[in-house]
T-cell receptor
Framework: KAGVTQTPRYLIKTRGQQVTLSCSPI?????VSWYQQTPGQGLQFLFE???????NKGNFPGRFSGRQFSNSRSEMNVSTLELGDSALYLC??????????????FGPGTRLTVL | AQSVTQPDIHITVSEGASLELRCNYS??????LFWYVQSPGQGLQLLLK??????LVQGIKGFEAEFKRSQSSFNLRKPSVHWSDAAEYFC??????????FGPGTRLSVLP
């Protein structure tokens, strides 16, 4: 069974631009979560989706948004990029409706650099 | 709100030595607890998890962890470390229905 895939793996953008990251979960998984990882803040929860509905959202500004499609694939979008948005963005999928109660399988991440 | 602390930012051990990584959590009830490992440039891989039952949990790659409610701890152990264990280790708590919270991580270096 294929793992969680994230595209692109690397991305370079400039301040003020917007970016869209994609995540394809493991087949059969309907729950997708997104995390931001930075050296200063560590791993921080962004959002969680289940069956196309956002179930939880972390403490991030409205510039960060996401969605999930009927095939469980998910995208996250960051508008008006700031230097501080440079990070590794990780996607995770799980079977359970509440991923906090189940094993989450992580993708390799998308490394976003904002110049 | 729930939180996770990992007191050791960086630990160095010799290959073949035993290892214990500390994790303390703050949560009102019995949480769901996890240990993940991240190799450089990679995503996270689950080592083990505790939901209920036996407080000593066995995981992959020879790791185990013990849940101690009285100490709010979930320390990760390995009896003999291999060079390939060098990585960053994250403890996490997943209160049902709430956001998943990771600790700050402990970087493990292994000396030959």
């Amino acid at each position: 069974k294929a793992g969680v895939t994230q595209t692109p793996r690397y991305l370079i953008k400039t301040r003020g631009q917007q970016v869209t990251l994609s995540c394809s979960p493991i087949s059969g998984h309907r729950s997708v979560s997104w995390y931001q990882q930075t050296p200063g803040q560590g791993l921080q929860f962004l959002f969680e989706y289940f069956s196309e509905t956002q179930r939880n959202k972390g403490n991030f500004p409205g510039r960060f948004s996401g969605r999930q499609f009927s095939n469980s694939r998910s995208e996250m979008n960051v508008s008006t990029l700031e230097l501080g948005d440079s990070a590794l963005y990780l996607c995770a999928s799980s079977l359970a409706q509440h991923p906090s109660t189940d094993t989450q399988y992580f993708g390799p991440g998308t490394r976003l650099t904002v110049l | 709100a729930q939180s996770v602390t990992q007191p050791d930012i960086h630990i160095t051990v010799s290959e073949g030595a035993s290892l214990e990584l500390r994790c303390n959590y703050s949560y009102g009830a019995t949480p769901y607890l996890f240990w993940y490992v991240q190799s450089p440039g990679q995503g996270l891989q689950l080592l083990l998890k505790y939901f209920s039952g036996d407080t000593l949990v066995q995981g992959i790659k020879g790791f185990e962890a013990e849940f101690k409610r009285s100490q709010s701890s979930f320390n990760l152990r390995k009896p003999s470390v291999h060079w390939s264990d060098a990585a960053e280790y994250f403890c996490a708590v997943g209160p049902p229905g709430q956001n998943f919270v990771f600790g700050p991580g402990t970087r493990l270096s292994v000396l030959p």
